[in-house]
């Protein structure tokens, strides 16, 4: 016998919501169903980037983790016994574990945005799979996607693999969002861009490595979606030359948003997070 899906549970209000969040849901009532959107109450913060002082709306942005996974900043991991630095991966944690409870108290969503192939690699082309196979200096085949490496936790960023875990350093909450991407870019062959629209989602700020690649692959396809893009500087990373990083903070300045700091955002999130009081108590 198949088994009826319940149906959603009603708001304070008594209305029923049809949606993945409240300010993109339907409201239904014994009366009527209605496709009007309930208008969410902004929570602006202020944030200081090299180019202008831009202000955003807490509760429409998501901050967007990439690649904050075993495979890519632990000791053991995947680039690690490629010999890639774990001093530039692992950079961003300690910036990370103070940003992420402020945005979190302050209202702001989080999706991990990790590496996760298929098993069998069947969605990725020639050039991806090249390039993490490619021969080390002396011409041995590299380890590549799915494959294990010689100090071996399973294969590499495989979904429920040791080394597609986020890093033990920056717990999770319960209602952070995952989504898996299959290339550098977070919006290509997978379902990134209609989660967030769904959930009301209109500016990103990205964080974690490597900045040169996965987060600026990401935040570029981000601005061609319609998304406003901030590139949190302080808080991303990677092993590529220093000119490489300011040639990304060109680009992302020039063309595609804007450039700021978690060092600057962590104070403006905590006001925004703390009660305003209007008027003293009656003392009666």
Same mark, same amino acid.
């Given at each position: 016998m198949r088994r009826k899906t319940p149906p959603p549970a009603p708001d304070q209000a008594g209305r029923r919501l049809y949606g993945a969040h409240p300010a993109t849901a339907w409201h239904g009532t014994p009366e009527v169903l209605s496709l009007v959107r309930t208008p969410q109450p902004p929570r602006p913060v202020r944030l200081p980037t090299h180019t202008e002082v831009i202000e955003l !709306?807490?509760?429409?942005?998501?901050?967007?983790?990439?690649?904050?996974?075993?495979?890519?900043?632990?000791? +053991?991991?995947?680039?690690?016994?490629?010999?890639?630095?774990?001093?530039?991966?692992?950079?961003?944690?300690?910036?990370?574990? +103070?940003?992420l409870p402020a945005w979190r108290h302050a209202g702001g969503r989080v999706v991990w945005l990790n590496w996760g192939v298929r098993p069998d690699t069947l969605n990725l082309g020639p050039t991806v799979r090249y390039k993490a196979e490619r021969p080390d200096a002396d011409g041995q085949p590299g380890v590549g996607y799915a494959q294990?490496?010689?100090l071996d936790h399973g294969p590499s960023v495989v979904p429920g693999s040791w080394g597609a875990q986020v890093i033990s350093e920056l %717990?999770?909450?319960?209602?952070?969002?995952?989504?898996?991407?299959?290339?550098?870019?977070?919006?290509? !062959?997978? +379902? #990134? !861009?209609?989660?967030?629209?769904?959930?009301?989602?209109?500016?990103? /700020?990205?964080?974690?490595?490597?900045?040169d690649r996965c987060v600026f692959s990401s935040l570029q396809d981000a601005g061609f979606l319609g998304y406003?893009?901030?590139? /949190?500087?302080?808080?991303?990373?990677?092993?590529? %030359?220093?000119?490489?990083?300011?040639?990304? =903070?060109? #680009?992302?300045?020039?063309?595609?948003?804007?450039?700021?700091?978690? +060092?600057?955002?962590? %104070?403006?999130?905590?006001?925004?997070?703390? %009660?305003? =009081?209007s008027a003293k108590k009656d003392p009666r």
């Open positions: !709306d807490v509760l429409r942005s998501a901050l967007m983790v990439v690649d904050m996974q075993n495979d890519f900043c632990h000791p +053991e991991g995947w680039f690690a016994q490629k010999g890639v630095s774990m001093r530039a991966t692992r950079k961003p944690i300690p910036v990370l574990r +103070e940003l294990g490496s010689p %717990p999770q909450a319960a209602d952070d969002i995952t989504v898996f991407k299959h290339r550098l870019s977070g919006f290509h !062959d997978n +379902e #990134l !861009d209609s989660i967030l629209r769904q959930q009301g989602i209109t500016t990103l /700020l990205f964080a974690g490595v490597n900045t406003d893009c901030v590139l /949190l500087k302080d808080a991303c990373s990677t092993p590529s %030359p220093v000119y490489v990083t300011r040639a990304i =903070h060109f #680009l992302v300045d020039k063309l595609h948003g804007f450039v700021g700091t978690a +060092e600057a955002l962590i %104070p403006a999130l905590k006001v925004a997070s703390t %009660p305003t =009081h």
